[in-house]
């Protein structure tokens, strides 16, 4: 049962572009909401996180758009660069689960020169 | 990654025969998780381990045991490995933080 699903699975920016990656969610226990990015031959890496009381959140060029309402989140990548190409996982947690994540299936960013 | 290691990170066996996959972490963390990664399904857990001795089924667990004797070690075993099992494997661990650190995965083949 996939809690979290991700779109697109796959996305071509130019450089200097806007990336955008957006996850939905249907669990509302969930109350934890990070994004990892993971490099070929890496294990994913955090990137950004956000909790459901705050709209959004911005690190460097990275933005969370959080909508409790319409429970959907999404990752936004403010002038997109070449090293930003990369595989992108957006997750949720649940109070009541522990620490386990759920992860959405995964964006493949490719960002051209 | 700094303080969580996986071995080996390459194998090649064979349909039938037993794998043990290991995690090891100087973290010192609670939490330790065994996902697998496989195109258009993300990452799906395993099993995961909230102490020694304790741990429970993820939502692909089928196939899989695990044991966590110390709290550094996590072990995953396939008892008998099937094509379908051919994937990446991950393990992750988390603090009270809620933020997982990812190892650098396995490559495991199947043939």
């Known amino acids: 049962q996939q809690q979290v699903k991700q779109s697109p699975q796959s996305l071509i920016v130019q450089k200097g572009g806007i990336s955008i990656i957006n996850c939905a969610y249907e669990?509302?226990?969930?109350?934890?909401f990070p994004w990892y990015q993971q490099f070929p031959g890496k294990g994913p890496a955090l990137l950004i996180a956000i909790r459901p009381d705050v709209s959004e959140k911005k690190e460097g060029r990275f933005t969370i758009s959080f909508n409790k309402s319409a429970k959907q989140f999404s990752l936004h990548i403010m002038d997109s660069q070449p090293g930003d190409s990369a595989t992108y996982f957006c997750a949720a947690r649940s109070g009541d689960s522990g620490s386990r994540l759920t992860f959405g299936e995964g964006t493949q960013l490719t960002v051209n020169p | 990654d700094a303080g969580i290691t996986q071995s080996p990170r390459h194998k090649v066996t064979e349909t039938g025969t037993p794998v043990t996959l290991r995690c090891h972490q100087t973290?010192?963390?609670?939490?330790m998780y065994w996902y697998r990664q496989d195109p258009g399904h993300g990452l799906r857990l395993i099993h995961y381990s909230y102490g020694v001795k304790d741990t429970d089924k993820g939502e692909v667990s089928d196939g899989y045991s695990v044991s966590r004797s110390k709290t550094e070690d996590f072990l995953l075993t396939l008892e008998s490995a099937t094509s379908s099992q051919t994937s990446v494997y991950f393990c992750?661990?988390?603090?009270?933080?809620?933020?997982?650190?990812f190892g650098s995965g396995t490559r495991l083949t199947v043939v």
């Open positions: 992750a661990i988390s603090g009270l933080n809620y933020g997982y650190t």
């Open positions: 973290e010192n963390h609670r939490y």
């Open positions: 669990n509302t226990a969930f109350d934890y």
